[in-house]
């Protein structure tokens, strides 16, 4: 009887450990897609500017110049 009761203990805790781990590989996932989708966002950001603006510290072209101090944002 004692090990039967052991066996099902040991089996709920193991089933709890692979909830947690579950839980703790999703939020790691969702944490680095966060990351690699702000970053990807950024670059075109930088992108989109260098092709109207030119590289940085180029001079002036058309209507388009850099300037400012306020960064840009992504919804």
């Given at each position: 009887?004692?090990?039967?009761?052991?066996?099902?203990?040991?089996?709920?805790?193991?089933?709890?450990?692979?909830?947690?781990?579950?839980?703790?590989?999703?939020?790691?996932?969702?944490?680095?897609?966060?990351?690699?989708?702000?970053?990807?966002?950024?670059?075109?950001?930088?992108?989109?500017?260098?092709?109207?603006?030119?590289?940085?510290?180029s001079h002036k072209r058309g209507f388009c110049h850099r300037?400012?101090?306020?960064?840009g944002q992504s919804i």
């Amino acid at each position: 009887m004692k090990k039967h009761k052991r066996a099902v203990k040991n089996c709920q805790e193991q089933k709890f450990g692979i909830e947690t781990f579950r839980e703790l590989a999703y939020n790691d996932i969702v944490s680095m897609a966060r990351e690699a989708s702000l970053q990807i966002i950024t670059n075109i950001m930088r992108l989109e500017v260098e092709v109207l603006c030119g590289e940085i510290f180029s001079h002036k072209r058309g209507f388009c110049h850099r300037g400012g101090s306020e960064k840009g944002q992504s919804i």
